[in-house]
Structure formats: structure tokens, C-alpha cells
Nanobody
């Protein structure tokens, strides 16, 4: 399973770091991704680090503000979110794709439980 932490309320322009810890499997051989679902909208992929090259890909809406990373020694993945904007308000989900070249939602093997991020003054 994947267990998320780090969501919460932040003012516009602020930062948050989401963490996602894996248990019961080794995250190292998975592509890792972060997805989000805003109120009334579908789930969208926002960041991916593929396997095995660890190439990263970001949605245009977060490129330059969000950074995906992994720490294989801790069996965990992270999403650093900077310069947050009100439109970033959503439930954020981490995901893992076995030997994935991409982070297509339908291919995710494990999902985190979701973390609510609210950006508001």
C-alpha cells in the first residue's frame, strides 16, 4: 500500500511537501506519479518519474512550480509544491506503476489514500 502525508491549508504563494510511503512492496522498480482531483473535475496526472530512467514529466499547469522525487532508501516518493495558487486546491493522490514508462492512471498498481490541499487566504 501507499500512505500519504503532508496535505493541509496554505496561503497563495506558499509551499507544501507531500510524502508517499510504500509498504509491502519495493517502490524502486515502479514509475511513480502524482495525480489530483479538483472539486467537480476528473483526476489528472500532474507529475511522473518513469522507470528505469527516472525521466520526469509535468503537466503544464504545475511545470516549474512542482517537483517530484523519490528516496529508494526510504521506499518513498515526494511532491514538493511551491508558489501554490488557489487553482491547485484538490485532493492529491500518489501512484505507482510497475516498470512503467509513463504514469497513465489506468495502469496504476497502487494508489495512496489521497491528501487534501487547500490554497486559500
Amino acid at each position: 500500500q501507499l500512505v500519504e502525508s503532508g496535505g493541509g491549508l496554505v496561503e497563495p504563494g506558499g509551499s507544501l511537501r507531500l510524502s508517499c510511503a510504500a509498504s509491502g512492496f519495493t517502490l524502486e522498480r515502479y514509475a511513480i506519479g502524482w495525480f489530483r482531483q479538483a472539486p467537480g473535475k476528473g483526476r489528472e496526472e500532474i507529475a511522473c518519474m518513469n522507470y528505469p530512467d527516472s525521466d520526469t514529466k509535468y503537466a503544464d499547469s504545475v511545470n516549474g512550480r512542482f517537483t517530484i522525487s523519490r528516496d529508494n532508501s526510504k521506499n518513498a516518493e515526494y511532491l514538493q509544491m511551491d508558489n501554490l495558487m488557489p487553482e491547485d486546491t484538490a485532493v492529491y493522490y500518489c501512484g505507482a506503476v510497475w516498470r512503467g514508462l509513463a504514469c497513465v492512471s489506468a495502469s496504476v498498481n497502487y494508489w495512496g489514500q489521497g491528501s487534501l490541499v487547500i490554497v486559500s487566504s
